[in-house]
């Protein structure tokens, strides 16, 4: 619980942060909030890592739930809900035991391959961990989710009460769907708004019926997470002007707020294209102007998507 004085120095940091960053709108600060897309790992181990590659300077270094708190907990975040970053199995450990003592990780959704053998046993022993929240299926994959023996394996995670989040183009909005009438129960979350370009104008309408078709389903959540990485913009030209990522926001949030819409900055990803202040205020400025539903969008619909847990 916060006490009167904390909640007023959280949303002080916060509407300074605004302030600073370009977007003048100021948000009253939630009791809680939770960024449901960041991703840890650490180069330097003996093993290494299989992403991000050395090629990529400004992410190949150590990042850790400290570097990521310095720059979240001024901004008011109280959480994260962190997203795998490796295919390899054991690093699904890796980060369940950097959390173990980290009650700033509310959850962490893993790497599993739905339809391989072994998949049984690894999500159950995983899921045994109560910060274990649900698997992210990407790119060409998340096709291959509708095949029998791959939807067998959703419904298990549905059965275990975990989640399947998608990071997949605007082709998979309609797999996206499917999976989703095939398993009711299964809570689907859709990553970085599809992955859709955004240059200022309206989306592509292939983009804009795919959303249509998944949020027709109740169990399809959408995380306004990539947007700046949406702009395509390097190295942190990203627009600062929050009208540019509007035509997107709008349709997001005509289809799925006001208790399907989560907030995650996709950091340190995000750090590509703008800091992580500029990337929390665009967020934060364009919920104020929807008053009522802010606290969901920070906090409660990620709970009801993940589950997350409060430590």
């Not at 008011?76 to 980290?102: F, K, R, Y």
């Not at 035509?247 to 989560?262: G, K, T």
Request: charge should be positive; charged fraction near 25%; hydrophobic fraction near 40%.
């Amino acid at each position: 619980m916060l006490t009167r004085r904390k909640f007023i120095e959280r949303s002080a940091l916060a509407t300074a942060a605004v302030a600073t960053s370009g977007c003048g709108t100021v948000l009253s600060q939630p009791p809680d909030l939770i960024d449901c897309h960041t991703h840890f790992y650490d180069p330097t181990r003996p093993q290494g890592v299989p992403w991000p590659g050395k090629n990529e300077a400004q992410l190949y270094r150590r990042v850790l739930p400290a570097d990521f708190k310095r720059l979240a907990t001024p901004l008011g975040i109280t959480g994260t809900v962190v997203v795998e970053a490796s295919a390899w199995l054991e690093d699904n450990q890796w980060i369940l035991d950097l959390a173990q003592d980290e009650p700033f990780i509310k959850g962490f959704v893993g790497h599993l391959n739905p339809g391989e053998v072994e998949f049984p046993p690894q999500v159950k022993r995983f899921a045994r961990h109560k910060l274990f929240r649900g698997i992210r299926v990407s790119g060409g994959e998340v096709k291959r989710l509708i095949e029998p023996d791959r939807l067998n394996h959703l419904g298990l995670l549905a059965e275990l009460d975990l989640s399947l989040d998608v990071n997949g183009g605007v082709d998979s909005l309609s797999s996206v769907a499917a999976i989703a009438r095939a398993v009711p129960s299964l809570r689907i979350v859709i990553d970085h708004v599809a992955n859709v370009r955004i240059d200022g104008e309206a989306p592509p309408s292939a983009w804009q019926e795919g959303m249509r078709q998944a949020a027709e389903q109740r169990n399809v959540f959408c995380k306004v997470s990539g947007l700046v990485e949406g702009s395509g913009r390097r190295p942190g030209q990203a627009p600062r002007d929050l009208s540019f990522y509007r035509p997107v926001l709008d349709h997001v949030w005509r289809l799925f707020a006001p208790d399907r819409v989560i907030y995650g900055s996709n950091w340190p990803v995000s750090e590509l294209f703008a800091n992580f202040a500029t990337v929390h205020a665009l967020v934060r400025s364009y919920c104020a102007e929807q008053e009522r539903d802010c606290g969901r969008f920070f906090a409660a619909n990620a709970r009801a998507a993940y589950q997350w847990v409060r430590r």
